[in-house]
Nanobody, 115 residues
């Protein structure tokens, strides 16, 4: 059972930056996707970005050009660099790993963009 722990959330002003991290409890095969989702209050959870070896990273249209996903397999960690943050980016951000057809989720980290 993979356990995922997110960190890096917090309060930031519009236009600011944050870097989220998610560390897995075990090594994730590079071909298995690691992703970031987010869920705003009253809305459904949506994919923000996904990364796996052999494919270009997937990034949602709403954050393309502002967010970037990266991965350090040796550290069992996936990152989400978020720049030019907007109030509409406010949400709980969840890390996801899909391994052997099973989805694993972290508990989430809250990102609040507000002045």
């Amino acid at each position: 059972q993979v356990q995922l722990v997110e960190s890096g959330g917090g309060l930031v002003q519009p236009g600011g930056s944050l870097r989220l991290s998610c560390t897995a409890s075990e090594t994730i095969i590079s071909s298995d996707p690691m992703s970031w989702y987010r869920q705003a209050p009253g809305k459904e959870r949506k994919l923000v970005a996904r990364i796996r070896s052999g494919r270009d990273p997937e990034v949602a249209d709403s954050v393309r050009g502002r967010f970037a996903i990266s991965r350090d397999n040796a550290k069992k960690t996936v990152y989400l660099q978020m720049n030019s943050l907007k109030p509409e980016d406010t949400a709980v951000y969840y890390c996801n790993v899909r391994e052997n057809g099973v989805n694993y989720w972290g508990r989430g980290t809250l990102v609040t963009v507000s002045s």
